[in-house]
């Protein structure tokens, strides 16, 4: 992220040849650290290797080294500098209470909705331990969600994922459990996916501003580069071909494989929805390329606006271009408000990505008797067209009335017809407008208006002064609240 | 692992690549370890609709106390057990919780749980317990943060088949295996471990840790006192990780034999030594839960227990699950009853196998836990080769219609022994599968 943020000043022409000269001098370095760490340790006859003697030469007297983890675990642990997370963090050590703790720090970085809770809650305490526990005769069996089953998830539950995501996109596309695995949750789905299509060292495009948490899901382990396609709000942040086209050859002269495109629709953090034309422009670019399409649609279900959202899978569906390159991400955290049971979809229309998923769902597969409770809510079909109809509604009451509050400060938002949030442009708050500027504001956001709101530069966006606020856990009452604290904040600056 | 080189990596003409991992076959579900469980699938065993189906001696799982576990659900405040102790309230926290920490309360009954098994000699922290969607999990996610790729783990033979998968397939990381033999019962030796060392560094690859199951399966057998200290001394010596999957700790016939490699630690005061080991665990065979995906990483290392914390979002244990068990494992009363219960049930079990299996000829390792016994039939090969053990594998399937594991799939580097699993089954199952057996074995007999 260091790295990112002032390379992108010098692209932008703003670094200055300070950091143009220094950022190849570190590179350069870094490049030598890697080669070193890359090569064999050669035999030798003393105990420790190599490269680790110069972390031991206190323990040549004693004959106890520290012990170390691989480098791949090094950067996990390290605190994350990503403002995404650090506002996530500082939450937590004050947070708003309506009551108990008013002047606390109110979350907007979180993308989660407790808005059709009562609804949920209600269904959950008539259901839930019938759900689970029932076997076939009636009787309260353990053994039914005690034993081992398939890890990639029951047939009966990714039948009534089939049906429910069928339901929720519109009902024009159809989905076959077989092309299905189960995972415990979003997270793993991009990260198995990853490891499937994507070698260590190869990369995908990613349309930016894109979601922070894809750095640490993709990257962490399978070692697969993001290589973001930079939007315009001239586009409404949508992604075009000849940026592609642009991004993909500039990695190729860089000597970087490009093995596919990940994107969200409903996009994450702005909340467009796709055109179908869009979709059908980035399939064709795939086909042409040779390579992968990742359709993350896990706010798919989350859908208030106008526009109508289509699936990738509907288009993949036509025809025109080899399906086997499209998957698709899916999930319950979003629009069924339940992320602590952890449950999400990858579906391909690739049969050995899919066989090789299930395979891998060893690691991450989703508890049996959480399975049941899935199978039951997702085909109990009145409760979820109550639930989809009243969560659409809700999200767009708090929609109109979040944005209407910003309006009312001048504060304009994208446009956008889906997600939990909405992507605001508080670029006339910044004192530069510049990315050094838009992280004074988060700042001040942060200590200041105790708001704690996702900049745009965690999202690698390429326009200072957007920022992604999170409204579907706020009550009505808290929107006056947080309008007024953004009203002195900027009050304070000017004087 | 690793492929030819040449190998089409897209399955059908022009189409889109995969990646290495996608196409490898280090899932090694092409095995006769799990051969056998298909021909399962396909005609399985059932006391009235199957008699003559395969029995499934081949998969390690624990039924054997299941009635304890349904008396105490039925018997506690179901509605209390599901929401945690808030009741219906509770599904809030319920629903939103995914924090890669996991549950206090939940960290709190793991580590409590786990203290009762080694009978309060050793005591664990909450705090140091990482959560994992069970201990397939763990165990890789071990390895991706002890090992990069192309480095090794020394594993003790014979090991558990799932490892060739779990500790390599996604991680790059190889096994190096450490010999062990009948000559004394199979266990570890200063030699052994030399001599594995001695083999990866001859051939460049640098070893990480050391990681052995104790009990050990598939020996079901537990590691003696002294090998474990000799272990920890070996990986102090050569600055290495040394990982002890305790995954069956609470299925030893008689507590005091089991020695925790947390009890070795537990007298112990230098960091540099402690923080080089780790500890899995799960309620998968103890508890005879292994669809509840409930897995622990325990590490006396502070680097390693924050970074797992933060890559078990990849496979966080869900938050029903965590609210379901916390109070069944913080019942003391109930855990103290259902451990030594179970003990004494698996005791029974692995006695009448071993000895149903005497009369028929056939002699076992002496085991002392676990879920299964370690037969050896080396005096029935015609050929003492790794082909002939598996043919003798293919008569037994077939045949018998029992599916047991070829020692071979675990690495042993003496043909003819074989796991056998008697915990999945009810005592009548088990019983068949002795007589067929002992028909078997008076057949070739007469011959």
Known sequence: ?495 | MGLPLMMERSSNNNNVELSRVAVSDTHGEDSPYFAGWKAYDENPYDESHNPSGVIQMGLAENQVSFDLLETYLEKKNPEGSMWGSKGAPGFRENALFQDYHGLKTFRQAMASFMEQIRGGKARFDPDRIVLTAGATAANELLTFILADPNDALLVPTPYYPGFDRDLRWRTGVKIVPIHCDSSNHFQITPEALESAYQTARDANIRVRGVLITNPSNPLGATVQKKVLEDLLDFCVRKNIHLVSDEIYSGSVFHASEFTSVAEIVENIDDVSVKERVHIVYSLSKDLGLPGFRVGTIYSYNDNVVRTARRMSSFTLVSSQTQHMLASMLSDEEFTEKYIRINRERLRRRYDTIVEGLKKAGIECLKGNAGLFCWMNLGFLLEKKTKDGELQLWDVILKELKLNISPGSSCHCSEVGWFRVCFANMSENTLEIALKRIHEFMDRRRRF
Not at chain 1, 148 to 154: A, Q, R, T
């Open chain 1, 1 to 495: 992220m260091r790295l990112i943020v002032p390379l992108r000043g010098v692209i932008q022409g703003r670094g200055g040849l300070f950091v143009g000269s220094l950022i190849p001098c570190c590179l350069f370095y870094f490049l030598q650290l890697y080669l070193k760490r890359r090569r064999p340790p050669p035999s030798d006859p003393t105990e420790l290797p190599r490269t680790s003697s110069r972390t031991n030469l206190f323990s040549r007297g004693n004959s106890i080294g520290r012990v170390r983890v691989s480098s791949r675990a090094v950067p996990v642990a390290k605190p994350s500098d990503s403002p995404y997370y650090i506002g996530l963090e500082r939450v937590k050590t004050d947070p708003y209470d309506r009551i108990k703790n008013t002047d606390g720090i109110i979350q907007l970085g979180l993308a989660e909705s407790t808005l059709c809770f009562d609804l949920l809650q209600r269904w959950m305490s008539e259901n839930l331990m019938e759900s689970m526990m029932q076997s076939d005769d009636g009787e309260f069996n353990i053994s039914s969600i005690a034993m081992y089953k398939p890890f990639e998830g029951l047939l009966e539950l990714r039948v009534a994922f089939a049906d429910f995501m069928s339901r929720i996109m519109g009902g024009n596309v159809s989905f076959d459990p077989s092309n299905m695995v189960i995972t415990a949750g979003g997270t793993p789905a991009i990260e198995v996916l990853a490891f499937c299509l994507a070698d260590h060292g190869n990369a995908f495009l990613i349309p930016t501003p894109y979601y922070p948490g894809f750095d640490r899901d993709i990257k962490f382990r399978t070692g697969v580069e993001l290589i973001p396609v930079h939007c315009r709000s001239s586009d409404n942040f949508t992604v075009t071909v000849s940026a592609l086209e642009q991004a993909l050859n500039q990695a190729r002269k860089r000597g970087s494989k490009v093995s596919g495109i990940l994107f969200s629709n409903p996009s994450n953090p702005v909340g467009n929805i796709l055109p179908r034309e869009t979709l059908q422009d980035i399939l064709r670019f795939a086909q042409e390329k040779n390579i992968h399409v990742i359709s993350d649609e896990i706010f798919a279900g989350s859908v208030y606006g106008d526009k109508e959202f289509v699936s990738m899978a509907e288009i993949a569906g036509l025809g025109e271009v080899d399906k086997s390159r499209v998957h698709i991400i899916y999930g319950l955290s979003k629009d069924l408000s339940i992320p602590g049971f952890r449950a999400g979809v990858i579906y391909s229309f690739h049969e050995d990505v899919v066989n090789a998923a299930k395979k891998l769902m060893r690691f991450s597969s989703v508890p049996v008797p959480v399975q049941r409770i899935l199978i039951s809510l997702l085909s109990d079909v009145r409760f979820i067209e109550e639930y989809m109809t009243a969560h659409r509604q809700r999200i767009r009451d708090k929609h109109i009335r979040f944005v209407e509050g910003l309006k009312q400060l001048g504060i304009p938002c994208a446009e956008s017809g889906g997600g939990l949030y909405c992507w605001v442009d508080m670029s006339s708050l910044l004192t530069s407008y510049s990315e050094k500027g838009e992280l004074d504001l988060f700042e001040k956001l942060l200590t200041v208006a105790k708001i704690n709101a996702t900049p745009g530069t965690a999202c690698y966006c390429i326009e200072p002064g957007w920022f992604r606020c999170c409204f579907t856990a706020l009550a009505d009452e808290d929107i006056p609240v947080i309008m007024e604290r953004i009203r002195q904040l900027r009050e304070s600056s000017r004087s």
